[in-house]
């Protein structure tokens, strides 16, 4: 008697109401809106992100990496 029972508890839950609360539902769409961001930043990466030597190279340069060597 008195013990605290896991069923009676899950029933208790509306689920409705836990999913449409801000305390839910804001987090995990910002965290959704970083995860498909990041994975176009992925998708997209060689296209997009270039090394120092390929952003100098693409403006006619030439990169010497020991230049850089301290």
Do not use: C
């Given at each position: 008697?008195?013990?605290?029972?896991?069923?009676?508890?899950?029933?208790?839950?509306?689920?409705?109401?836990?999913?449409?609360?801000?305390?839910?539902?804001?987090?995990?769409?910002?965290?959704?809106?970083?995860?498909?961001?990041e994975g176009f930043h992925i998708f997209?990466?060689?296209?997009?992100c270039k090394t120092k030597a390929e952003?100098?190279?693409?403006?006619?340069?030439?990169?010497?990496?020991?230049?850089?060597?301290?």
């Open positions: 008697m008195g013990m605290f029972k896991y069923k009676e508890f899950i029933a208790q839950i509306k689920y409705k109401e836990v999913i449409s609360s801000p305390v839910y539902f804001i987090p995990v769409l910002l965290l959704s809106i970083m995860i498909i961001i997209n990466h060689k296209q997009n952003w100098m190279e693409q403006s006619g340069m030439t990169y010497d990496r020991e230049s850089e060597v301290n």
